[in-house]
Protein backbone atom coordinates (compact mmCIF):
# COMPACT_ATOMS: atom_id res chain seq x y z
CA UNK A 1 0.00 0.00 0.00
CA UNK A 2 1.51 3.24 -1.00
CA UNK A 3 1.13 6.88 0.70
CA UNK A 4 1.89 10.23 0.42
CA UNK A 5 2.91 12.39 2.98
CA UNK A 6 3.49 16.29 2.06
CA UNK A 7 5.98 18.55 4.73
CA UNK A 8 7.24 14.85 5.34
CA UNK A 9 10.50 17.02 7.41
CA UNK A 10 8.41 18.54 10.06
CA UNK A 11 7.98 17.50 13.54
CA UNK A 12 4.37 15.93 13.57
CA UNK A 13 4.89 14.37 9.52
CA UNK A 14 8.55 13.04 11.23
CA UNK A 15 6.52 10.83 13.10
CA UNK A 16 3.66 10.05 10.78
CA UNK A 17 6.26 8.62 8.37
CA UNK A 18 8.27 6.49 10.94
CA UNK A 19 4.80 4.98 12.03
CA UNK A 20 3.77 4.46 8.44
CA UNK A 21 7.04 2.37 7.87
CA UNK A 22 6.74 0.61 10.36
CA UNK A 23 3.27 -0.64 9.45
CA UNK A 24 4.41 -1.29 6.21
CA UNK A 25 3.27 1.03 4.02
CA UNK A 26 5.22 2.58 1.05
CA UNK A 27 5.68 6.22 1.59
CA UNK A 28 5.61 9.08 -0.85
CA UNK A 29 7.06 11.84 1.09
CA UNK A 30 7.78 15.43 0.09
CA UNK A 31 10.50 17.93 1.44
CA UNK A 32 11.39 21.33 -0.14
CA UNK A 33 14.76 20.64 -0.40
CA UNK A 34 16.74 17.51 -0.97
CA UNK A 35 19.98 18.61 -0.17
CA UNK A 36 19.20 19.78 3.07
CA UNK A 37 20.47 16.90 5.17
CA UNK A 38 18.92 18.56 8.29
CA UNK A 39 15.50 17.63 7.17
CA UNK A 40 16.23 14.24 4.73
CA UNK A 41 18.70 12.24 7.10
CA UNK A 42 16.19 11.67 10.57
CA UNK A 43 13.56 10.56 7.94
CA UNK A 44 16.40 8.62 5.40
CA UNK A 45 17.72 7.12 8.62
CA UNK A 46 14.23 5.79 9.75
CA UNK A 47 13.40 1.72 9.73
CA UNK A 48 12.27 0.56 6.84
CA UNK A 49 13.35 3.59 4.93
CA UNK A 50 16.02 2.18 2.61
CA UNK A 51 13.27 -0.12 1.23
CA UNK A 52 10.24 2.11 1.42
CA UNK A 53 10.53 5.36 1.38
CA UNK A 54 10.85 7.57 -1.25
CA UNK A 55 11.54 11.66 -1.27
CA UNK A 56 9.98 14.05 -3.59
CA UNK A 57 11.20 17.79 -4.42
CA UNK A 58 7.88 19.97 -3.78
CA UNK A 59 6.67 23.26 -3.16
CA UNK A 60 2.77 24.37 -2.14
CA UNK A 61 3.24 27.48 -4.03
CA UNK A 62 4.37 25.59 -7.43
CA UNK A 63 0.95 24.51 -9.34
CA UNK A 64 1.59 20.69 -10.66
CA UNK A 65 4.31 20.19 -7.88
CA UNK A 66 2.48 16.52 -6.47
CA UNK A 67 1.23 15.64 -9.62
CA UNK A 68 3.99 13.47 -9.53
CA UNK A 69 3.72 12.51 -5.88
CA UNK A 70 0.17 11.44 -5.23
CA UNK A 71 0.71 9.00 -8.42
CA UNK A 72 -0.48 5.56 -7.64
CA UNK A 73 -0.96 6.65 -4.00
CA UNK A 74 -4.15 5.40 -2.00
CA UNK A 75 -3.73 7.67 0.78
CA UNK A 76 -2.57 11.59 0.85
CA UNK A 77 -1.52 13.20 4.30
CA UNK A 78 -1.37 16.73 3.63
CA UNK A 79 0.79 18.44 6.79
CA UNK A 80 2.93 20.99 5.00
CA UNK A 81 1.85 24.27 6.31
CA UNK A 82 3.95 27.29 7.44
CA UNK A 83 3.91 27.18 11.35
CA UNK A 84 6.05 30.06 12.73
CA UNK A 85 5.59 33.21 15.18
CA UNK A 86 6.87 36.82 14.17
CA UNK A 87 5.41 36.55 10.77
CA UNK A 88 6.51 39.84 8.61
CA UNK A 89 4.04 39.43 5.51
CA UNK A 90 0.99 37.16 6.43
CA UNK A 91 -0.48 37.16 2.73
CA UNK A 92 2.71 35.72 1.13
CA UNK A 93 4.23 33.64 4.50
CA UNK A 94 1.05 32.21 5.57
CA UNK A 95 -1.73 32.37 4.11
CA UNK A 96 -0.91 31.40 0.06
CA UNK A 97 0.86 28.74 1.23
CA UNK A 98 -1.76 27.38 3.45
CA UNK A 99 -4.61 27.87 1.51
CA UNK A 100 -3.07 27.92 -2.13
CA UNK A 101 -0.79 25.11 -1.38
CA UNK A 102 -3.66 22.99 0.09
CA UNK A 103 -5.93 23.97 -3.30
CA UNK A 104 -2.51 22.35 -4.52
CA UNK A 105 -2.14 19.65 -3.30
CA UNK A 106 -6.06 18.43 -3.34
CA UNK A 107 -5.86 19.43 -7.16
CA UNK A 108 -3.21 16.66 -7.72
CA UNK A 109 -5.35 14.50 -6.18
CA UNK A 110 -8.61 15.05 -7.79
CA UNK A 111 -6.65 14.21 -10.84
CA UNK A 112 -5.72 11.11 -9.52
CA UNK A 113 -7.91 7.76 -9.20
CA UNK A 114 -5.87 5.85 -7.18
CA UNK A 115 -6.22 8.43 -4.00
CA UNK A 116 -9.06 7.20 -1.93
CA UNK A 117 -8.85 9.36 0.97
CA UNK A 118 -7.30 12.79 2.02
CA UNK A 119 -6.27 13.00 5.51
CA UNK A 120 -6.01 16.82 6.19
CA UNK A 121 -3.56 18.22 9.15
CA UNK A 122 -5.76 21.02 10.07
CA UNK A 123 -5.81 22.84 13.78
CA UNK A 124 -7.41 23.82 16.34
CA UNK A 125 -6.83 27.52 15.30
CA UNK A 126 -9.61 26.99 12.66
CA UNK A 127 -11.98 25.82 15.03
CA UNK A 128 -11.93 27.20 18.60
CA UNK A 129 -10.94 31.04 17.49
CA UNK A 130 -13.77 32.96 17.17
CA UNK A 131 -13.74 35.17 20.41
CA UNK A 132 -17.03 33.40 22.44
CA UNK A 133 -15.42 33.80 25.98
CA UNK A 134 -14.35 31.23 27.78
CA UNK A 135 -15.14 29.68 30.89
CA UNK A 136 -14.85 25.80 32.84
CA UNK A 137 -17.97 25.08 31.80
CA UNK A 138 -17.80 25.50 27.95
CA UNK A 139 -17.54 22.93 25.69
CA UNK A 140 -15.24 23.33 22.06
CA UNK A 141 -16.26 20.32 19.68
CA UNK A 142 -16.22 19.96 15.99
CA UNK A 143 -19.46 21.98 15.61
CA UNK A 144 -16.85 25.08 16.14
CA UNK A 145 -15.22 27.07 13.47
CA UNK A 146 -12.97 30.25 14.26
CA UNK A 147 -13.83 33.26 12.84
CA UNK A 148 -11.62 34.65 9.85
CA UNK A 149 -12.81 38.62 10.68
CA UNK A 150 -11.90 37.88 14.48
CA UNK A 151 -8.64 36.00 13.33
CA UNK A 152 -7.70 39.28 11.00
CA UNK A 153 -8.50 41.83 13.71
CA UNK A 154 -6.54 40.10 16.34
CA UNK A 155 -3.69 39.84 13.43
CA UNK A 156 -3.47 36.00 14.37
CA UNK A 157 -2.49 35.16 10.88
CA UNK A 158 -0.98 31.65 11.74
CA UNK A 159 -4.54 30.91 13.12
CA UNK A 160 -6.43 32.53 10.13
CA UNK A 161 -3.95 30.57 7.31
CA UNK A 162 -5.35 27.30 8.95
CA UNK A 163 -9.27 28.51 9.29
CA UNK A 164 -9.15 29.63 5.59
CA UNK A 165 -7.36 26.49 4.23
CA UNK A 166 -9.62 23.83 6.14
CA UNK A 167 -12.39 25.75 5.04
CA UNK A 168 -11.47 25.41 1.14
CA UNK A 169 -10.55 22.35 1.13
CA UNK A 170 -14.00 21.21 2.53
CA UNK A 171 -15.45 23.55 0.08
CA UNK A 172 -13.23 21.62 -2.57
CA UNK A 173 -13.55 18.13 -1.78
CA UNK A 174 -17.42 18.58 -2.03
CA UNK A 175 -17.16 19.96 -5.40
CA UNK A 176 -14.93 17.16 -6.71
CA UNK A 177 -16.55 14.40 -4.88
CA UNK A 178 -13.76 12.39 -2.55
CA UNK A 179 -13.27 11.95 0.71
CA UNK A 180 -11.32 14.08 2.99
CA UNK A 181 -11.19 13.67 6.84
CA UNK A 182 -9.57 16.34 9.38
CA UNK A 183 -7.08 15.86 12.66
CA UNK A 184 -7.81 19.31 14.12
CA UNK A 185 -4.79 19.25 17.21
CA UNK A 186 -4.02 21.50 19.87
CA UNK A 187 -0.36 22.55 21.23
CA UNK A 188 1.51 19.48 19.72
CA UNK A 189 4.42 18.39 22.54
CA UNK A 190 6.32 15.30 22.87
CA UNK A 191 9.70 13.73 21.55
CA UNK A 192 11.49 15.29 18.35
CA UNK A 193 13.12 13.01 15.71
CA UNK A 194 13.76 16.03 13.54
CA UNK A 195 17.29 17.91 14.50
CA UNK A 196 15.10 21.47 14.39
CA UNK A 197 13.35 22.70 17.15
CA UNK A 198 9.51 23.34 15.95
CA UNK A 199 7.32 26.04 17.17
CA UNK A 200 5.17 23.86 19.41
CA UNK A 201 8.25 22.34 20.88
CA UNK A 202 9.81 25.96 21.71
CA UNK A 203 6.49 26.59 23.52
CA UNK A 204 7.87 24.06 26.67
CA UNK A 205 11.82 25.38 25.58
CA UNK A 206 10.83 28.54 26.57
CA UNK A 207 9.84 27.54 29.96
CA UNK A 208 13.40 25.51 30.72
CA UNK A 209 16.04 28.27 29.29
CA UNK A 210 16.11 30.14 32.62
CA UNK A 211 13.26 33.11 31.57
CA UNK A 212 11.98 34.58 34.98
CA UNK A 213 8.57 34.21 33.60
CA UNK A 214 5.91 32.30 31.60
CA UNK A 215 3.22 33.13 29.24
CA UNK A 216 -0.08 33.96 30.96
CA UNK A 217 -1.72 31.39 28.25
CA UNK A 218 -4.24 28.13 28.54
CA UNK A 219 -4.26 25.66 25.64
CA UNK A 220 -4.85 22.54 25.02
CA UNK A 221 -1.93 20.20 24.77
CA UNK A 222 -1.93 16.80 23.01
CA UNK A 223 0.92 14.20 22.47
CA UNK A 224 2.62 14.05 18.55
CA UNK A 225 2.76 10.35 18.37
CA UNK A 226 -1.22 10.11 19.11
CA UNK A 227 -1.75 13.16 16.68
CA UNK A 228 0.47 10.68 14.26
CA UNK A 229 -1.61 7.97 14.92
CA UNK A 230 -5.16 9.94 14.65
CA UNK A 231 -3.90 10.20 10.80
CA UNK A 232 -2.79 7.00 10.02
CA UNK A 233 -6.50 5.47 12.02
CA UNK A 234 -8.61 8.15 10.04
CA UNK A 235 -7.25 6.94 6.99
CA UNK A 236 -7.49 3.08 7.82
CA UNK A 237 -11.18 3.01 9.60
CA UNK A 238 -13.47 3.32 6.05
CA UNK A 239 -16.51 5.26 8.70
CA UNK A 240 -14.34 7.62 10.09
CA UNK A 241 -15.59 10.87 8.49
CA UNK A 242 -15.15 14.73 9.05
CA UNK A 243 -12.69 16.53 12.11
CA UNK A 244 -11.27 14.76 14.80
CA UNK A 245 -10.22 17.32 17.72
CA UNK A 246 -7.13 16.28 19.33
CA UNK A 247 -6.51 17.37 22.83
CA UNK A 248 -5.23 15.50 25.98
CA UNK A 249 -5.69 18.57 28.23
CA UNK A 250 -6.36 21.94 28.63
CA UNK A 251 -3.95 24.10 31.02
CA UNK A 252 -2.54 26.88 31.66
CA UNK A 253 1.39 27.65 31.92
CA UNK A 254 1.12 27.32 35.11
CA UNK A 255 0.22 24.16 35.04
CA UNK A 256 3.44 23.00 32.59
CA UNK A 257 5.81 24.60 35.18
CA UNK A 258 4.22 22.67 37.96
CA UNK A 259 4.55 19.74 36.00
CA UNK A 260 8.34 20.65 34.89
CA UNK A 261 8.98 21.14 38.72
CA UNK A 262 7.92 18.00 39.72
CA UNK A 263 10.07 16.32 37.17
CA UNK A 264 13.16 18.58 37.47
CA UNK A 265 13.25 20.03 41.35
CA UNK A 266 16.57 21.59 40.50
CA UNK A 267 16.57 23.01 37.23
CA UNK A 268 15.44 27.21 36.90
CA UNK A 269 11.88 27.52 36.32
CA UNK A 270 10.05 30.80 35.64
CA UNK A 271 8.38 31.89 38.88
CA UNK A 272 5.80 34.02 38.29
CA UNK A 273 3.75 35.16 35.13
CA UNK A 274 4.35 37.55 32.70
CA UNK A 275 1.25 39.56 33.70
CA UNK A 276 -1.12 40.51 36.69
CA UNK A 277 -3.98 39.92 35.46
CA UNK A 278 -5.99 36.82 36.26
CA UNK A 279 -4.76 33.16 34.48
CA UNK A 280 -6.71 32.90 31.16
CA UNK A 281 -9.92 30.61 31.97
CA UNK A 282 -9.52 27.15 31.22
CA UNK A 283 -12.67 25.43 29.08
CA UNK A 284 -13.40 21.84 27.64
CA UNK A 285 -12.80 19.76 24.65
CA UNK A 286 -15.23 16.96 23.02
CA UNK A 287 -12.75 14.10 21.83
CA UNK A 288 -14.77 11.41 21.78
CA UNK A 289 -14.81 10.97 18.11
CA UNK A 290 -10.74 11.17 18.69
CA UNK A 291 -11.50 8.29 21.18
CA UNK A 292 -14.24 6.22 18.76
CA UNK A 293 -11.24 6.21 16.50
CA UNK A 294 -8.62 4.35 18.90
CA UNK A 295 -7.19 6.74 20.39
CA UNK A 296 -5.72 6.64 24.07
CA UNK A 297 -4.49 10.02 24.86
CA UNK A 298 -1.14 10.08 26.38
CA UNK A 299 -1.48 12.23 29.47
CA UNK A 300 -0.08 15.13 29.63
CA UNK A 301 2.86 15.20 32.08
CA UNK A 302 4.30 12.18 30.20
CA UNK A 303 4.20 14.47 27.01
CA UNK A 304 5.71 17.26 28.44
CA UNK A 305 8.59 14.96 29.78
CA UNK A 306 9.11 13.46 26.57
CA UNK A 307 9.51 16.97 25.31
CA UNK A 308 11.97 18.26 27.80
CA UNK A 309 13.81 15.34 27.34
CA UNK A 310 14.02 15.25 23.89
CA UNK A 311 14.89 19.02 23.95
CA UNK A 312 18.04 18.48 26.24
CA UNK A 313 19.55 15.21 24.31
CA UNK A 314 19.07 17.78 21.18
CA UNK A 315 20.93 20.25 23.68
CA UNK A 316 18.45 23.02 23.22
CA UNK A 317 19.27 23.79 26.53
P1 LIG B 1 6.83 22.04 11.23
O1 LIG B 1 7.23 23.47 11.10
O2 LIG B 1 7.76 21.12 11.89
O3 LIG B 1 6.43 21.47 9.82
C1 LIG B 1 5.85 22.23 8.82
C2 LIG B 1 6.11 21.57 7.50
O4 LIG B 1 5.50 22.34 6.44
C3 LIG B 1 7.59 21.50 7.17
O5 LIG B 1 7.87 20.24 6.65
C4 LIG B 1 7.77 22.56 6.11
O6 LIG B 1 8.78 22.27 5.18
C5 LIG B 1 6.44 22.52 5.41
N1 LIG B 1 6.22 23.74 4.64
C6 LIG B 1 6.04 24.99 5.12
N2 LIG B 1 5.91 25.85 4.09
C7 LIG B 1 6.04 25.12 2.95
C8 LIG B 1 6.00 25.41 1.55
N3 LIG B 1 5.82 26.66 1.10
N4 LIG B 1 6.15 24.39 0.66
C9 LIG B 1 6.35 23.12 1.10
N5 LIG B 1 6.39 22.79 2.40
C10 LIG B 1 6.24 23.77 3.31
O7 LIG B 1 5.44 22.08 12.00
P2 LIG B 1 4.46 20.96 12.56
O8 LIG B 1 4.94 19.61 12.31
O9 LIG B 1 4.12 21.38 13.91
O10 LIG B 1 3.17 21.23 11.64
C11 LIG B 1 2.72 20.29 10.68
C12 LIG B 1 1.26 20.56 10.42
O11 LIG B 1 0.54 20.43 11.64
C13 LIG B 1 0.94 21.97 9.92
O12 LIG B 1 -0.11 21.87 8.98
C14 LIG B 1 0.47 22.68 11.17
O13 LIG B 1 -0.39 23.76 10.87
C15 LIG B 1 -0.27 21.55 11.86
N6 LIG B 1 -0.48 21.71 13.30
C16 LIG B 1 0.58 21.78 14.15
C17 LIG B 1 0.37 21.91 15.52
C18 LIG B 1 1.49 21.98 16.50
O14 LIG B 1 1.26 22.34 17.64
N7 LIG B 1 2.71 21.62 16.13
C19 LIG B 1 -1.00 21.99 16.06
C20 LIG B 1 -2.03 21.86 15.08
C21 LIG B 1 -1.76 21.72 13.76
P3 LIG B 1 10.32 22.63 5.47
O15 LIG B 1 10.78 21.54 6.35
O16 LIG B 1 10.91 22.60 4.10
O17 LIG B 1 10.35 23.97 6.11
Known sequence: RTVCVTGASGYI???????????????????RDLNDQKK???????????????????????????????????GVFHTASPFYLGVKDPQVEMIDPALKGTL??????????????????????????????????????????????FCRESQLWYVLSKTLAEDAAWKFVKEKAFDMVTINPAMVIGGLLQPTLNTSAAAILQLLNGSETYPNSTFGWVNVKDVALAHILAFENPSANGRYLMVESVAHYSEIVKILRELYPTLKLPEKCADDKP???????????????????????ESVKETAESLKEKKFY
Open 104 to 149: NVLGSVAKTPSVRRVVLTSSVAAVAFNGKPRTPEVVVDETWWSDPD
Open 13 to 31: ASWLVKFLLQRGYTVKATV
Open 40 to 74: VDHLTSLDGAKERLHLFKADLLEEGSFDAVVEGCE
Open 279 to 301: FTPTYQVNVERAKKLGIEFIPLA
